[in-house]
């Protein structure tokens, strides 16, 4: 029996340097990184976030399991359960937290002002108390924004459906990332002339009768880069296709999800960005003094199937430099 361990071991360890893999952290003497993930709740885009976060890091030398150990963790939309994992990843011992979603950031730093905070596709950090200011962030935490333009958003929504007087607004009131778009919306609203009704929801579980109470009083609907909105696109989208009103959403994911139209980010570049400052900060830099990245480039976003529902016609000029959903 000993004879067949020891000989199985000799194989073992054959294989294992004619592969090349598993020895390569002992003879190189590298460091194993920890990284603890947390990500508020399972959608698409936050998904391809962290997706493209991995790949990221990749691409910048961390590999898992050769130099890299990442724990992930799914929030379940559940600020106890955010917090709890954050405290596991403080009692590991993580080198940096990554936090995708702002109440995720929010429960990160609630457990800790030592670690390293990443965060990913914060809307508003400042408004959401996480960092001092976009330049100087001050504290333990920094990452990247998708702050989107409420105006920009109206003014496609304009070129589109011209016609509305007044805009419906459809968020979780929870969500710092919303209340600050929403902010911004009904500046523009105000300073334009049109009519806003908010409509607001504090879990998935009453989207609905919060779109059908819009869905009787509104020419259009907006809804901000709200997680609880995007995790439920399947019954809004019906709601407002079944009563024949445009939802102009703000983020790619909530237009493939159904949304008519928007004016967003990229959030394959935004976790590709997010990717090279927990890079930088495993190297040794203070998040206290990295800035904040925003994204600069916005594309349009049209979903052909919805606009077809609602009988629109979308003009020739957005279809040109639109990037179309369903994909072909
Ligand atoms: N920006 C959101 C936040 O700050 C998170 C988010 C990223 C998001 N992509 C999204 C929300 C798409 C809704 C849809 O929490």
Redesign the pocket.
């Known amino acids: 029996m000993k004879k067949v361990t020891a000989i199985l071991l000799v194989l073992a360890m054959v294989m294992m340097m004619l592969s090349g893999c598993g020895s390569k952290n002992a003879e190189s003497g590298d460091e194993m990184f920890k990284v603890g993930i947390i990500q508020?709740m399972e959608?698409p885009?936050?998904d391809t976030?962290r997706e493209s976060i991995i790949e990221g890091l990749e691409d910048e030398g961390y590999v898992e399991g050769e130099n890299l150990k990442i724990e992930y963790q799914n929030g379940q939309n559940d600020m106890s359960t955010m917090k709890n994992i954050a405290q596991t990843f403080v009692g590991d011992e993580c080198d940096v937290i990554v936090a995708?979603?702002?109440?995720a950031a929010q429960a990160a730093l609630s457990e800790t002002t030592e670690i390293p905070i990443v965060f990913a596709?914060?809307?508003?950090p400042v408004g959401?108390g996480l960092v001092d200011s976009l330049d100087n962030p001050g504290g333990n935490v920094t990452g990247t924004s998708?702050e989107v333009s409420a105006e920009m958003i109206m003014n496609l929504a304009k070129d589109i459906t011209p016609d509305f007087k007044t805009i419906g607004v459809l968020y979780n009131i929870g969500?710092d990332?919303s209340v600050s778009v929403v902010a911004q919306l009904k500046e523009y609203a105000g300073e334009n002339g049109y009519k806003v009704i908010e409509s607001t929801v504090t879990n998935t579980g009453e989207v609905q009768q919060a779109a059908q109470y819009l869905a009787d009083k509104v020419d259009i609907v907006f809804s901000p880069?709200?997680?609880t909105?995007?995790s439920s696109m399947a019954v809004a989208t019906e709601t407002f296709n079944n009563a024949g009103i445009p939802f102009y959403v703000?983020?790619d994911?909530?237009v493939n999800d159904g949304g008519l139209a928007t004016c967003g980010i990229d959030?394959t570049v935004l976790g590709r960005e997010t990717a090279a400052m927990i890079a930088d900060i495993l190297e040794g830099a203070d998040p206290a003094a990295i800035a904040v990245r925003k994204m600069s480039e916005m594309s349009v976003y049209v979903n052909k199937e919805t606009a077809k529902a609602l009988n629109i016609e979308i003009p020739q000029a957005i279809l040109d430099k639109a990037v179309l959903f369903p994909e072909e």
């Open positions: 508020l959608h885009s936050l976030i995708i979603a702002t109440p596709a914060i809307t508003d959401a998708d969500e990332n880069i709200d997680n909105v995007a703000s983020a994911s909530m959030y």
